[in-house]
């Protein structure tokens, strides 16, 4: 028997593809353009925006018959027992390729933003923490794993990274994101592409674009942001990230800028991402996004309409279950309301996609080749790590912390003994379980108090809750006064509830009015102060929360965003002295729960000045972070002027010993000024960064290698270029904190760069002997 050129594997994957398209009827097109979420609930409260009423009940065996694009959260959508769940899929993805002409399956995809969110799969610290670490290398194993463990299971696609930039720290969904800063975004975001991307699974980068910029930070309201903001702050992390990461797949925004929703926006989705960008992959949408256009946005009046405006913009995968690109689009197509090229085009990508896949090739088998493990040691102790590098001592004057290993401790707050503390919206407990009481979490997620009891076991702990996260009842407030007034120190455990839509405090469509502390727990803090004992306060949370108060302060601030299943022991082990911190704020700490929106990267008069009452300072600088060592900054007297041409580079160094007693990490962080520009520029903004393990006494020479593209800008007509003139690079422990300048002339003219700049600045290490030491600078 003659095999067709598509199934052939030696020919080009484009032969094949276009092969198959010239063979399939346009039902059997559009079939390949749509997800089913099997099992999602159209009655209640669901997982996803609107879900109650955009999910409609579908005949499987009628609806598969054309074939199938795509198959929604088999693993995510209720609790499951891996191998089981495996086995289902494997099943439903025979049906699927039995059923159709061609015996094509589905791309099975699933979310995986802190880890598989399935049940028993291992919960890693929130993307708010992976920037934290200020370790991409991690970031990637992390993501290397998960990868492994979606194929494992017969997933084909992870719903992941989050690549919005932190505009409005009040908005829910912070604590998915990598931080306020579009290097940083960037660089870390890219680390898990390529992590995840190396197991075989594509990586869908969201939200495409603006999302983070929604207006008041609410959820999917609209952004005003600039063209200007949106090219220099929102984009470059996705651009890095299909570029240097090789992501394929993108997910198009919920929200409208300037009144055109990312859905239905062919200047975003085809002119940038594609024709300026050289995409190739597939373009999904958020899940009912299509649907949204028309009831929602209201720039369609009907399904059909709807799939026009999203097919034509660019979007080929309609998630999670079909409304739009099912027969509404096929009679469109027929009644000539909708050009069969667009169809084609976008059934071409997702084809390809398939056959990268090996979803075309008759040898094709999707049956798990070995029993699952979702939540392996090397998991764990990898969740551990992460967990352990991204907490950040935030102050520590007196010295109060490392704990005595004997002392007298008094566990005070909502958050000590609660498992779910650790986790985010996105992990399974938080996300699914809560519609499944009485299941188990699947995985173990030691609590704060009982790690802390386990790091300390010679120490008496006591504890008392004190009041809710979120609720006004103090009347726990006596019993935690009266706890932490026996006791030599009080460990106060505050912070978010992850939840979706109001069902917490952090999390999608968890949005805060101000940035106060929830409930009463900032009454809380202020009782356990009054009493003079010494607090120590830690939070659990998924976004900075206003830390600035009158009176008594905490004798030692630590913040942990959500840290996973390992995160009690990790905070423990911080508290204890067992860890040295070395996490790094990837958001600012804000003085006051008014004053914002504000992140760092802000222009002179975005600054504190004398033309306003409002200090926006943050009371915690972004790149802020302590040790339990001291470091010695010692700078290269190369570093002082230089003058270089507008394609030009230049390396500035530093050296740094480790002064203290114990080992520690020390995180140096490169800063660009530009004290004059055409259009107004952030006052610093990062452009690198390098981890430095040292141990007592060591000391490492770290180079940053900056070149000029990494200093281009908007411009007033559009244009990305780099401009002569003056520049600073500032060697800094955090944007608030410059340890050493390098003063820089850019001469010649001014130059215009495109996608193919250089969108990070290169990092080495050499001896300390080969450094040029001048004074030390603390």
């Not at 994101?177 to 995840?196: F, K, N, S």
């Amino acid at each position: 028997m003659t095999t067709a050129p598509w199934r052939d594997p030696a020919l080009p994957a484009a032969t094949r593809v276009d092969d198959l398209l010239s063979r399939m009827t346009l039902e059997e097109k559009t079939a390949q353009l749509y997800g089913v979420w099997v099992g999602a609930d159209s009655d209640g409260e669901g997982v996803a925006p609107h879900q109650h009423e955009m999910t409609a009940d579908h005949d499987w065996d009628e609806l598969i018959v054309h074939g199938l694009g795509q198959l929604t959260r088999s693993f995510g959508t209720a609790p499951v027992d891996p191998d089981l769940g495996a086995q289902a899929l494997a099943r439903a993805q025979r049906q699927i390729a039995a059923a159709g002409r061609f015996g094509i399956p589905a791309v099975a995809h699933e979310e995986c933003l802190a880890g598989f969110t399935a049940w028993g799969a291992t919960a890693y610290p929130v993307p708010l923490a992976w920037g934290a670490s200020f370790d991409p290398d991690l970031v990637e194993d992390m993501a290397r794993r998960i990868g492994q463990d979606l194929r494992s299971a017969g997933v084909h696609q992870g719903l992941a990274p989050v690549l919005d930039v932190v505009r409005d720290p009040r908005w829910g969904r912070v604590e998915e994101t990598i931080g306020e800063d579009p290097y940083l975004v960037g660089t870390i975001g890219t680390a898990y592409v390529r992590g995840l991307e190396s197991a075989g699974v594509v990586a869908t980068l969201k939200h495409f674009a603006g999302y983070a910029a929604s207006a008041g930070a609410r959820n999917l309201a609209p952004v005003r942001a600039g063209a200007r903001e949106l090219a220099d702050i929102t984009l470059p992390p996705f651009e890095m990230a299909l570029r240097d990461g090789g992501a394929r797949s993108v997910m198009a925004a919920y929200t409208e800028t300037d009144g055109v929703p990312a859905s239905a926006d062919p200047a975003l989705l085809t002119q940038l991402l594609r024709d300026a960008w050289g995409f190739t992959g597939t373009v999904v949408s958020d899940y009912f996004g299509i649907g949204f256009l028309q009831s929602l946005h209201r720039v369609a009046g009907t399904p059909a309409e709807a799939a026009h405006a999203a097919l034509r913009a660019g979007i080929d995968v309609e998630l999670p279950t079909l409304t739009c690109y099912g027969s509404p689009l096929a009679a469109a197509v027929r009644a000539d309301g909708i050009p069969e090229e667009l169809v084609d085009r976008a059934a071409r990508r997702v084809l390809l996609q398939k056959c990268e896949l090996g979803l075309l090739d008759e040898d094709w088998a999707p049956e798990p080749k070995t029993l699952i493990d979702l939540d392996s040691a090397g998991n764990r102790a990898l969740a551990r790590r992460l967990a352990e590098e991204s907490v950040v001592l935030l102050d520590n004057p007196g010295g109060l912390l490392p704990l005595s290993p004997d002392a007298r401790i008094a566990v005070v707050g909502p958050r000590a003994a609660d498992a779910l503390a650790m986790l985010g919206c996105y992990s399974f407990p938080s996300h699914v379980l809560i519609h499944h009481p009485g299941v188990p979490t699947g995985i173990e997620i030691p609590t704060l108090l009982d790690a802390l009891r386990a790091e300390l076991p010679d120490a008496k702990v006591t504890f008392a809750p004190g009041c809710d996260t979120s609720g006004p009842d103090t009347a726990g407030f006596e019993e935690a006064v009266a706890r932490t007034a026996e006791a030599d120190v009080c460990v106060a455990v505050l912070g978010d509830r992850a939840g979706l839509f109001g069902r917490g405090t952090s999390g999608e469509g968890c949005d805060a009015s101000d940035l106060g502390l929830p409930g009463v727990q900032a009454e809380l803090l202020d009782a356990l102060l009054a009493t003079g004992v010494p607090v120590v306060l830690v939070l659990l949370t998924g976004r900075p929360y206003a830390l600035g108060r009158p009176g008594a302060r905490p004798a030692a601030v630590v913040q942990a965003f959500f840290p996973g299943e390992e995160g009690g022991p990790a905070v423990a082990g911080v508290l204890s002295g067992r860890v040295n911190p070395s996490g790094r704020l990837p958001v600012s700490v804000p003085r006051l729960p008014g004053g914002q929106p504000w992140t760092y990267l802000q222009p002179p008069l975005g600054l504190a000045g004398e033309v306003s009452n409002l200090d926006p300072t943050p009371l915690y600088a972004f790149g802020h972070g302590r040790s339990y060592t001291t470091f010695d900054w010692i700078p290269d007297v190369r570093n002082e002027h230089a003058e270089i041409g507008t394609d030009g580079s230049y390396d500035v160094s530093l050296t740094v010993r480790n002064t203290g007693a114990r080992a520690g990490t020390e995180v140096v962080q490169l800063y660009l000024h530009d004290p004059v520009a055409s259009v107004t520029r952030p006052d610093v903004r990062l452009i690198g960064y390098r981890r430095l393990d040292l141990a007592p006494g060591e000391a490492a020479r770290v180079t940053f290698r900056f070149h000029t593209d990494l200093s281009a800008f908007t411009d007033r007509s559009g244009r990305r270029i780099i401009e002569p003139g003056a520049l600073e690079l500032r060697l800094a422990a955090s944007s608030a904190d410059a340890r050493h300048t390098a003063r820089l002339r850019l001469t010649g003219p001014v130059r215009e760069v495109g996608p193919d700049r250089r969108l990070r600045c290169g990092t080495e290490l050499s001896p300390a002997g080969d450094a040029h030491p001048s004074a030390p600078v603390r």
